[in-house]
C-alpha cells in the first residue's frame, strides 16, 4: 500500500479496497518501524489521526468524499494546529500548544486529509540541512549518513520513505525544492501569495510560502487545490480564483518552450548534477519542446539581496518571542530586561540569533538605506529579469541544487557555504514566481531535482511540464532501499 501514490490511495479508498483507517494504521506502523532512524517527525498523533480516517470513512460512505479524503499526510511544524504542539523546530516553542489551526491545516482538515503528525525542521525554518532542529539533525532515506536538506527535511523525508503519500512544507529560499531534490521527491513552491500564511509562523514575510511535497505532479495538483486559495486573514493572500489544477495536467508539451539560463550551468555545479540535468532537457526535446537560452543577468545577487531582506524580516517577525507572550520563559528571572535577555538568549539556537543580528544590524537607523533598501531595489531587478524572460519562454529550467545532499555535519561551520547551496532557488522567491522540483535521475546513487520555474500564478503549467515528464520516465517511481 505504501507504495501507491496519493492518487492511487484515493481511487483504492473510493472502490472500497481498503479504508482510511486501515491505510492511516499502515502509515502510523511505519512511522513506528522507520522513524526512529529518520527522525523526521517531531509529534505523531495518533489517536487525532485514526479518529479523521474513521470520519473519513464514514464521508467516503455517504457519497461526498473528495480526493484529498481519508489521505494520510505529515504537517510541517510551522503550521499551527489546534491542540497539537507547534514547535518550529525550537526549544522557544516547545511547549507551544497552539489554540487554533492555520488557513492551511484548516482547509486540509475540511478536505478530509488525516494528520498523522508534525515534522521535523530547520529552526524556524532557517537552515538548509535540518541541522538546525531543536529536536537533532532528520537522516536522509537514501544515505542515511547525510543530509535531507532543509528546511523542510522532515516532511521531504518522511514522503521519500514512503511512511506517509505527501506532506507540508513551507519554503521562503527553497526549503520546499531543496529537500525535494535531496530526496527524490517532488516538491511544489506555489506563486507568493497563493497560499495563506495565515497561522504559518513567520520567518520572512514577503518570502515565505506554504506548498506540498508528493511522490508525483499528480499527487500535488490535488494537495495545490485543497491548500490554495484567498484568505482575508492574510493581507498578502491574493483574490484570484483558484484553477483547477489537475485540468490541464495530460496537455501534450509539443511547442513548450523551455528556458536556459546560461547563468544556471557555470561555476560551482557538480558535474554528474549538470549531466542528469542535460539527459531530462533531452527527454523534454522527445516530448516536443523547444530549448531557447536565455538569460537572467542579476542571479549573482540573488544570494546576497536574500541574506538582508531575509534576516531583516525574520529580527522583526521574532521579536515577538520575548518569554512574556509564547514559549520558553527563563527561569528566576532579576527582571524584565533579564527576562527577556535570557529566555531569548537559552531559548534561540545559533542559526537563528545569527540571522537576528545580521537583520537587526540591516534596519539600524544609518544602514537601512545601505543594506535593507539596496536589496529591495536588486529585489526588483531580479524580478524583472524573469519577467523578460517569461515573455520569450514558458517555463525556465535548471538543476534545483549545485550538488547532491551532502553529508551530515559538512557544511555545518561553514554557514557561507550552506548558503550557497541554495543558489538556483532563492531568485524564484524574491521574485514571487511559482516552481518545482521534480526526480530526475541519479548521481553518485543519490537523486538530483530537476527545477522548473513558471510565471506568477502558472502553477497548472508546472504541474503540466512535470506530469508528461513523470508519464515519460519512471524516476518519481523510485524508492529508497530499506524503505522500498
Ligand atoms: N536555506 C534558506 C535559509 O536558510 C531557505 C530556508 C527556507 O526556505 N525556509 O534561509
Redesign the pocket.
Known sequence: MHQKTLVELSAGMLQGSFSSEELTRACLARISQYDGELNSFVTVVEAQALAAAKAADARIKAGNAGPLTGIPFAHKDIFCTRGVKTSCGSMMLDNFISPYDATVTEKLLEAGAVMVGKTNM?EF????SNETSFYGAVKNPWDAARVPG??SGGSAAAVAARLVPAGTG??????IR?PAALCGITGLKPTYGRVSRYGMIA?ASSLDQGGTFTRTAADAAVMLGAMAGFDRRDSTSVDRPVDDYRRDLDVPLQGLKIGLPKEYFGEGLDAGVAAVIEAALTEYRKLGATIIDITLPHTHLSVPAYYVV?PAECSSNLSRFDGVRFGYRARDPKDLEDLYTRSRGEGFGDEVKRRILIGTYALSAGYYDAYYLQAQKVRRLIRDDFLQAFEQVDVIMGPTTPSVAFKLGEKADDPVSM?LS?IYTIAVNLAGLPAMSIPAGFSADLPVGLHITGNHFAEAKLLNVAHRFQQATDWHARSPQGFA
Do not use: C, N, P, R
Not at 513551507?170 to 526549503?175: F, I, L, M, R
Open positions: 530547520d525554518a532557517m537552515g538548509s532543509g528546511s513551507t519554503d521562503t529560499g527553497g526549503s531543496q520567518f531575509a548558503y541554495d
